[in-house]
């Protein structure tokens, strides 16, 4: 089955630094997803990407479709202690697919 | 604008009992996925429901089953468990099918 690569598995970074994680998959999507999910709670929607080469932002956090579609990345700029937290990338691939398909996360800390 | 809850938040089970999770969906949402999300890991697909009818299934046995109601809300059956589905069970519901938006979670144990 179709599987997300997800890199790097945790970082550890200062507050104000800005943060980049990327997503990879041997198939293509038509459409990627970025959660965060905090401690015991659910994952939250921050970005939707619907076309190859799309570039969207939503406040700090800015997100791109890769052109091949088999690729994603998420930046973070000048991050705040309430980033902490771990990050997903998700794909869905349509046509009746399998529902999303979720890399295994990126995990922020924040150092002080 | 209530978003998507799910109950119990908790629950002990016993090897071989059966266990049931309710959902209910985000207000004007008519489609709803189950997840089930490992320690350390990503959601993984369990089904999605529309109009009261299984439309697609990930890679789960038999054991997993589910329904949706006429308000949209659903439930999640799982029979015969086992250690091994002790686990984090998410609901989605989503309009269109890929945007989905997750409830808090029910955390499963089975011991």
């Known amino acids: 089955g179709q599987q997300l690569n997800q890199s790097p598995q945790s970082m550890f970074i200062q507050e104000g630094e800005d943060v980049s994680m990327n997503c990879t998959s041997s198939?293509?999507?038509?459409?990627w997803l970025w959660y965060k999910q905090d401690p015991g709670e659910g994952p939250v929607l921050l970005i939707a990407l619907y076309k190859a080469g799309e570039l969207t932002s939503n406040g700090r956090l800015t997100a791109q479709f890769g052109i091949t579609r088999k690729d994603s990345f998420l930046n973070i700029s000048a991050s705040i202690p309430s980033d902490v937290g771990i990050y997903f990338c998700a794909g869905y691939s349509g046509g009746g697919a399998d529902g999303l398909t979720f890399g295994k996360g990126t995990h922020l800390i924040i150092q002080p | 604008d209530a978003g998507v809850t799910q109950s119990p938040t908790h629950l002990i089970k016993t090897r071989g009992q059966q266990v049931t999770l309710r959902c209910s969906p985000k207000?004007?949402?008519?489609?709803v996925s189950w997840y089930q999300q490992a320690l350390g890991q990503g959601p993984q697909f369990i089904f999605q429901y529309y109009e009261e009818e299984e439309r697609q299934r990930g890679n789960f046995p038999d054991r997993f089953s589910g329904h949706q109601f006429p308000n949209y809300s659903s439930e999640l059956n799982v029979n015969a468990l086992l250690l091994g589905d002790s686990a984090l069970y998410l609901c989605a519901s989503s309009l269109y099918e890929y945007e989905a938006f997750f409830g808090q979670g029910t955390r499963l144990t089975v011991v």
């Open positions: 198939s293509i999507f038509n459409t």
């Open positions: 207000s004007g949402h008519d489609t």
